[in-house]
């Protein structure tokens, strides 16, 4: 799908927003990056985009929340304290996966077995050289 280069948080939620506008009933997207590159703020975009007026934060200790309250229902999950695929099993994943709300997975290669395979790639960049905010997103996928 190719890439998108920002210069600002406000940017990035922008990135995000304009991804969220476009979603379609079931997709999944996964989300990758460092800590601190912006992953939360590109998933509260893509929420705004969907409609989705409720504070959306990192379900760190939850791994997914869920917002209903948008065009669609809205699945952000965070398995990076995920110990191992059961944990995913025990919270129904698969009514997740396979319904017709937006799946967004952040740390998703810790759960690599269970991403369907047309789910679509997000990769969050910094390069400091480029300036302390500046980021570059990644989108593969079909």
Not at 31 to 56: D, P, R, S
Not at 98 to 115: Q, S
Not at 124 to 130: A, M, Y
């Amino acid at each position: 799908m190719g890439w998108i280069e920002t210069n600002s948080a406000e940017e990035t939620f922008a990135a995000g927003r304009r991804l969220g506008l476009s979603a379609r009933p079931g997709e999944i997207y996964t989300l990758n990056g460092e800590l601190g590159v912006g992953k939360t703020v590109f998933t509260q975009g893509m929420a705004a985009g969907l409609g989705i007026t409720e504070t959306v934060n990192s379900p760190t200790f939850t791994i997914v929340q869920i917002y209903e309250k948008g065009r669609l229902p809205f699945y952000h999950f965070d398995v990076y304290r995920i110990g191992d695929l059961e944990e995913m099993d025990e919270i129904g994943y698969e009514d997740y996966f396979y319904g017709n709300g937006i799946c967004m997975i952040e740390w998703a290669d810790r759960i690599r077995e269970l991403i369907p395979a047309d789910a679509k790639n997000i990769t969050i960049e910094k390069d400091l050289k480029k300036g302390v905010d500046y980021r570059k997103i990644l989108i593969k996928g079909k």
